[in-house]
């Protein structure tokens, strides 16, 4: 036991310096772009797609904000809009399935998956999720009534104090990170020491069979849909070095969850905003599940196709 949570921790600290060299350059540079026209420029560049996606051309904030940091900088720009409850419905899937680009996007590269791949996933399921939303869905236009969230911005002035409390938010990011990812690295160290974590993956691979994917990537798996792809990422790059997932399988893996991830936090954060969740998690879980499946078909069948010419071409 001892030797197990002592490999559990320097796992975490790895990780942690890891993740941290990536999150808190990241983080600072965005809190300081707060400051400047830049978040209010490309804002304004995105409003002719809002009114496709029937959204005012001000709920590009949100969007910038929530994409460019995480769900809560999103959430806090949508609680200083009026917006209906369709309209924060909408808001609420996109950022759903496209949030914090900058660092997941980097997460996914350090485990080999493409970057063209996520960021076209991300942001092609959120655009057309609300672009059929806003197509079919006819109610939800009463005004949304936001509940117990209450946002109250900390007003700092002068760039010294600026970039003090830039530097103050992005070393909690960090503090935050190791908070969680120290103990379930030594908590899964201790699962793989004593083997239940090998039980536990033999009886996920019927799920992730049906993905397409072999029975070794469950860990990466069930640690993202937990804990989302920033804080799984140090499990996620763990069991990808260490659990020999293949590069197609970690693609798979990561369109999954790209889709569909932290899906607790990320579904209970909504609620406050007035707007039903229970069809939120819905279409997160039915549309990984979906383009998943058809995915891996897709690529089983055009290795099935190079491997029959390859066969031709010898002959």
């Not at 503090?175 to 379930?184: K, N």
């Not at 989302?228 to 659990?243: F, K, N, R, S, T």
């Amino acid at each position: 036991m001892k030797k197990s949570l002592q490999r559990g921790i320097i796992a975490g600290l790895k990780t942690t310096w890891t993740l941290g060299k990536i999150i808190f350059p990241v983080t600072l540079i965005v809190y300081l772009l707060q400051y400047t026209p830049v978040i209010d420029l490309i804002a304004s560049w995105l409003t002719p797609v809002m009114k496709v996606i029937g959204l005012p051309g001000d709920a590009a904030v949100p969007l910038v904000l929530g994409n460019l940091l995480n769900l809560y900088a999103g959430i806090a720009g949508i609680l200083t809009l009026d917006l209906s409850v369709k309209e924060v419905f909408i808001l609420a899937v996109m950022l759903s399935f496209s949030h914090n680009l900058l660092i997941e996007s980097t997460v996914a590269l350090k485990v080999g998956v493409r970057l063209s791949v996520i960021l076209s996933v991300r942001i092609g399921l959120a655009l057309l999720s609300a672009f059929i939303i806003n197509l079919v869905w006819k109610g939800g236009g009463e005004q949304a009534q936001y509940g117990f969230i209450s946002q109250k911005d900390e007003v700092v002035s002068g760039w010294g104090a600026i970039i003090l409390k830039g530097i103050e938010t992005a070393a909690m990011g960090i503090l935050q990170l190791a908070i969680i990812v120290i103990p379930v690295m030594i908590a899964l160290q201790i699962l793989k020491d004593l083997g239940w974590l090998s039980k536990f993956s033999n009886k996920m691979v019927p799920f992730t069979k049906l993905l397409g994917m072999n029975g070794n990537t469950s860990t990466t798996l069930v640690t993202g849909l937990l804990i989302g792809l920033a804080y799984g990422a140090g499990v996620m790059i763990q069991a990808v070095q260490e659990e020999g997932v293949s590069k197609k399988d970690a693609t798979l893996a990561f369109i999954f969850l790209v889709a569909c991830h932290a899906v607790v936090e990320d579904t209970l954060v909504f609620i406050p905003l007035g707007i039903p969740v229970l069809p939120l998690l819905l279409i997160r879980v039915i549309t990984a599940l979906l383009l998943t499946i058809v995915i891996a078909k897709i690529w089983s069948r055009q290795k099935g196709l190079s491997q029959r010419k390859e066969v031709t071409y010898e002959r």
